[in-house]
């Protein structure tokens, strides 16, 4: 055997190690990761002000500011 | 080579197990399950800032932790620290190399990154004794440009690299601890789960990958994106991603499902995506687009609700704050706009 063929072979042996690694672990049904994604998203999106807005202009930083001084 | 042919048979006996398995636990799809919850509406936000000052392209930006400030990176060869309250830039960075791809900011504030066509992540100190901006470390070693970089804290930054790997650095000593191997083609983008124990990275060879930051390992692999994937971002709770393709779709893939979930595209889309950023709740995602606009889609209901349009050129970048008030993008047309 060759340099370039060890190298090939020492290749493909990590390529198999790591889909050996990849095929055990464990899944979650999608049913289930789902939910979890639902429930975290209902448990915060109050907070979310790019989903719900501000309460009142006040409340955001960014509202525009006014022209106005107060002397 | 009898060991290498039976290498390659193994190889497939093993992505076929893993393609069953996926199957397996496929049991419903995200349209069913979100059936029931309430569609967001129209999302209509307003540019409320335009941040101007580059004098070319913006390739990439960063939100500070305070939500308040961030950095821009342009091919005009600078960085800019932004005040995105007053519009004030406080301060303008000079780069040693204009060809710049990607840009962080360290949560604490005293430290940016960037890097790009020079192979090199550059760390700056914003808080010097003597009051000036200085780089305070290089850090060579890639063999390819640097795409992305994002601080773990203020002596350790991840970055990815068009060399096909990602590195996690220890800045104080300039030495690499550990190299992530395994993409086959250029690593684009990359972004640290809340818990900071594990990254993704979307790379050319249009898959991701999830890696455990101590031991290097990869842990798993997700394919299906049909193109380069450019830009990766966390779902807030950490159990899930989305990505931003080439092929004109962001995708939704589920860590402990170890598969995709969902697929945001429309018939219309037909340019890639360049940025993805989740809204606080995770219920919004931004993505950036080749086409001049951001689209805003419905994570749970795979439509979209809303577009930011208001730029002239490609949006190049984009973030949502910390405490999730605001989103900035960025663009080829050198400006930056926030919105809400």
């Not at chain 2, 999730?324 to 926030?338: P, R, V, Y």
Request: charged share 20%; hydrophobic share 35%.
């Amino acid at each position: 055997m060759n340099n370039k063929q060890m190298s090939t072979l020492q290749q493909q042996r990590k390529v198999v190690e790591q889909l050996r690694r990849e095929a055990s672990i464990r899944r979650v049904n999608v049913s289930v990761a789902i939910e979890d994604l639902k429930k975290y998203i209902q448990e915060h999106e109050n907070d979310d002000y790019l989903l719900v807005g501000f309460h009142s202009q006040k409340a955001n930083p960014f509202r525009e500011k006014s022209s106005c001084t107060i002397l | 080579m009898n060991e290498l042919d039976n290498l390659r048979q193994e190889a497939e006996t093993l992505k076929s197990a893993i393609r069953d398995a996926r199957k397996a636990a496929c049991d419903t799809n995200l349209v069913q399950v979100t059936v029931n919850m309430e569609p967001v509406g129209r999302i209509q936000m307003r540019t409320r800032r335009t941040l101007r000052g580059h004098l070319a392209k913006i390739y990439a930006m960063h939100w500070g932790s305070e939500s308040r400030y961030l950095v821009s990176a342009s091919q005009d060869g600078k960085l800019i620290v932004w005040d995105a309250y007053t519009t004030n830039k406080v301060h303008a960075i000079p780069l040693r190399s204009s060809w710049v791809m990607t840009c962080a900011y360290a949560s604490s504030g005293s430290y940016v990154a960037c890097g790009g066509l020079d192979n090199i992540c550059s760390i700056y100190s914003l808080k010097t004794r003597e009051g000036n901006v200085r780089v305070s470390r290089e850090l060579p070693g890639h063999t390819g440009y640097l795409s992305c970089c994002r601080f773990l804290d203020d002596n350790q930054i991840v970055t990815s690299s068009g060399d096909m790997t990602c590195a996690l650095w220890d800045i104080e000593t300039g030495q690499q601890c550990t190299l992530f191997t395994g993409h086959t083609g250029d690593v684009m983008s990359l972004s640290l789960s809340p818990d900071v124990r594990t990254f993704v990275s979307g790379a050319c060879d249009a898959s991701s990958k999830l890696w455990d930051i101590r031991d290097g390992m990869c842990k798993q692999t997700f394919p299906g994106h049909e193109s380069d994937i450019n830009a990766v971002t966390f779902f807030p709770n950490g159990y899930a991603f989305a990505t931003g393709s080439d092929d004109a779709t962001c995708r939704l893939f589920d860590i402990r499902a170890d598969q995709e979930l969902a697929m945001y595209s429309h018939d219309n889309i037909i340019c890639g995506i360049t940025s993805v950023a989740f809204s606080k709740s995770g219920r919004l995602l931004m993505a950036g687009y080749d086409d001049f606009n951001c689209n805003v889609w419905d994570s749970m209901k795979a439509e979209r609700a809303g577009v930011l349009a208001g730029h002239d050129n490609r949006v190049s970048c984009l973030g949502v704050t910390e405490d999730g008030m605001a989103i900035a993008t960025g663009s080829w047309d050198s400006f930056l706009k926030i919105w809400n």
